[in-house]
């Protein structure tokens, strides 16, 4: 296993500057998801660790070993898994995983004890004989993972593993990868742009946009604490409401932000609460099982259109209809300020 250091990292296709003087540490044994939209540059940051970018310029560090000049990626210690698992369709399961053991001439009998252990590991043992048209989304993405999994690597690189599947697997496909990664602690830097996978699975997130990051952080801290509005808009569903309601004792141009699900009727608070009262204009309520999404606008605000939202459960707006104006609250523990200029955060 190993740590990797990542300083100064910049790689530009011409005028694009797709990775942007990336500084980072990654702890030996850590699971770090790179969480960014198409274009923030998350993916050819990970091809930088893996080799198979070279950078503009900045180093690449695989435990003690400089990796960002010549080395390819076979001698890095890494392994990666694409979003397209990439399986050989005319070899078995049991093929597949053993490949880059054969192509290392790794003796048989070590192969097939290898083999075995890995796909007990993803309870895929009774499917090594199978081919891979013959097994689901799930199963063939378990495959890919035991083939890297056996080359025995410092490092996993995983390209969106979970995109090809659908919902219901991928939440059986996180629970194994946690569980994988936890069991051989070995460090581990995951590529997303789905913000529930990356707030399950990781231990930090690193937060991209237009090739740099934009704030390191444990799930928590990225969600309760963002460090400006990009964050705080672009992490949570539904985004931060964020607005421009005059307040005397904040500092001008001031943004105020909180997350939907503090924004309640204010009688549903107890009285010792310390509270920021609103009036809330109630235009629709979406139904969506045990919560209810409601949409509306705030009295007084700098932009009086904006839509701010609501995340109830679902017994709490039963009082609630549409049309009308209802006193709405936010604790003021939950109240997050922004510099509505350069949309850094201010504390207060």
Known sequence: MAGIEIRSLRKHFGDLHAVDGVDLSIRDGEFLVLLGSSGSGKTTLLRMIAGLERPTSGEIHIGDQRVDGDVPPRARGIAMVFQSYALYPHRTVFQNIAFPLEASRTPRKQIEEKVRWAAELFSISR????????????????????????????????????????????????????RFQRQIQTTTVYVTHDQVEAMGLGDRIVVMERGKVRQIGTPQEVYEDPVDTFVATFVGQPPMNLLDAGDPS???????????????????FGSGEDLRTFRFAVRRVEYLGSDRYV???????????????????????????EGETQEFAVPRRALRYFDAETGLRRKG
Request: glycine share 8%; charged share 25%.
């Open 250 to 268: 904040l500092p001008p141009r001031t943004l105020t932000g909180f997350r939907p699900e503090h924004f309640l009727p204010k009688s549903v």
């Open 295 to 321: 949409y509306g606008s705030v009295a007084g605000s700098g932009a009086p259109d904006a839509t701010i939202i609501a995340k109830l459960p679902a017994t709490i707006t039963l009082g609630i209809p």
């Open 127 to 178: 499917y090594l004989d199978r081919y891979p048209r013959q097994l689901s989304g799930g199963e063939r993405q378990r495959v890919a993972l035991c083939r890297a999994l056996v080359r025995d690597p410092k490092v996993f690189l995983l390209d969106e593993p979970l995109a090809n599947l659908d919902a219901k697997l991928r939440n059986t496909a996180r629970d194994d990868l946690k």
